[in-house]
């Protein structure tokens, strides 16, 4: 009679989030940089005329200065290592100018900084004319086409995500024509993050016995509530989650298990899995499975 051990197993349950500016209520800790004249401009906020209510805007004499540009910078919510989770997502926003530029400085349209080191993106369509806006979906990866530096080569993905794993800055050039009385306006800034649960955790199994066919509930915390996103297999033969909750699972025990020692994952939908309760085992005894905790062996 051959014996097969199972151990309990979870992962972490990973989903998207976001850190958002839609600036419908006030400025959210937006600043304007004018390097001209080594000081901040006034940022002022509206309640209409963004894409679609409020927006930001500043009024200045812009300059074409390749050492000495003016820029929008980003609040601290959007800096830190929290930032390392937005590595494959995307930074989206939107931008309108008051007269017709296109011109970009050395230094580039976006920067994103790690204290000296940067990558650097050079926006292929420059913003709008106002009224209209011009949206970006900007990847946070190798393929965004961001720079190493100023004017160097295409970041690798290594060097991303070196910069992502702490951000220091991030600034969005807000001129691309010289004009004595320019105006730049931003709105909808969105960095995608991903956003990781508290980790889920197993205190019991419902049944003491089952055949397969049959189903067992696996209660705990930190499951995801939609059965499809928990995935169970025992040892590498998939089971059904049939139902789900944030603390309980419903499983049926599959046909044509083995009966070599296997361990039985179970996860969410694309996350490793993740040991959650070693007290807790299942054994095989030829065609019926036991849950049996590791004191009662």
């Known amino acids: 009679m051959k014996l097969l051990l199972i151990l309990l197993f979870l992962s972490p349950f990973t ?34 005329g963004g894409n679609p209510t409020g927006y930001v805007s500043v009024t200045y004499a812009s300059q074409i200065n390749t050492s000495a540009i003016q820029y929008w910078v980003a609040p601290a919510k959007y ?11 995307n930074l989206k926003l939107d931008l309108q100018q008051s007269i017709a530029g296109t011109n970009s400085s050395t230094r580039g349209d976006i920067r994103i900084k790690n204290g000296n080191n940067l990558i650097v993106l050079t926006l292929s369509s420059k913003p709008a004319v106002a009224p209209a ?25 290594a060097q991303v995500k070196s910069i992502l794993s702490n951000v220091t800055a ?22 995608e993050e991903r956003a990781i649960s ?40 998939a089971a059904t989650v049939t139902s789900a909750s944030a603390t309980q699972l419903t499983v049926t025990i599959p046909v044509g298990l083995s009966t070599e020692k296997l361990p039985l994952p179970i996860q969410q939908a694309g996350s490793p ?24 062996e």
Request: charged share 10%; net charge negative; hydrophobic share 35%.
């Open 198 to 237: 508290s980790a889920p955790a197993v205190s019991s199994v419902s049944s003491t016995s089952g055949k397969p066919g049959q189903t067992i509930t696996i209660n705990g915390t930190g499951f995801d509530a939609t059965a499809s996103n928990n995935i169970v297999r025992f040892g590498a033969v």
């Open 170 to 191: 991030i600034e969005i050039n807000g001129t691309y024509a010289a004009n004595a009385s320019y105006l730049s306006g931003l709105d909808n800034v969105v960095l």
């Open 273 to 296: 899995p993740h040991q959650v309760n070693p007290s807790i085992h299942c054994s095989m005894v030829e065609e019926e499975l036991f849950v049996i905790p590791s004191n009662q």
């Open 133 to 157: 806006w011009s949206s970006y979906s900007i990847p946070l990866n190798e393929t965004g086409g961001w720079q190493w530096g100023y004017g160097g080569p295409l970041a690798t993905r």
């Open 15 to 48: 989903a998207l989030a976001q850190i958002t500016s839609t600036f419908d209520t006030d400025a959210d800790g937006w600043t304007f940089y004018h390097g001209p004249s080594a000081t901040f401009s006034t940022v002022t906020h509206s309640t209409s």
């Open 79 to 89: 800096l830190g290592t929290k930032v390392a989770q937005c590595l494959d997502l």
